[in-house]
């Protein structure tokens, strides 16, 4: 695996999460929740999968990052959540630091 599909595996555990965090609080059917569980199985292996290659410590901060952003955008545009321009500016600030994080992390050498 190169440092892309690592990095493009953390991108599909954090949209996995957001599905999940929003199920977490929205789900009421028994589909809902199925629909929750799932993502809570493809985020996280996927997650791991990510940490074979790079280093789990970023790995978790830009995965954990990433669906924070996603989570409050998505609550934003479906959920019509009120968007400030404090909310606004933080995610942004978030979203620097994930940047930086991968910009900086190095890909693990194959053992």
């Not at 595996?9 to 199920?23: L, N, Q, T």
């Not at 954990?64 to 400030?84: C, D, P, W, Y």
Request: charged content about 15%; cysteine-free; aromatic content about 10%.
């Amino acid at each position: 695996m190169n440092n892309n599909l690592g990095w493009a595996k953390v991108f599909g555990a954090a949209f996995f999460e957001v599905v999940w965090v929003i199920g977490l609080k929205h789900a009421s059917t028994v589909l809902e929740w199925l629909v929750t569980a799932i993502a809570i199985l493809i985020s996280f292996y996927v997650l791991i999968s990510a940490g074979r290659k790079l280093p789990i410590g970023t790995v978790y901060s830009v995965f954990v990052g990433l669906g924070t952003a996603g989570t409050i955008m998505a609550e934003i545009i479906i959920f019509e959540e009120a968007l400030s321009l404090a909310k606004l500016a933080l995610v942004l600030v978030l979203l620097t630091g994930v940047v930086g994080l991968k910009r900086v992390t190095k890909e693990k050498s194959v053992s």
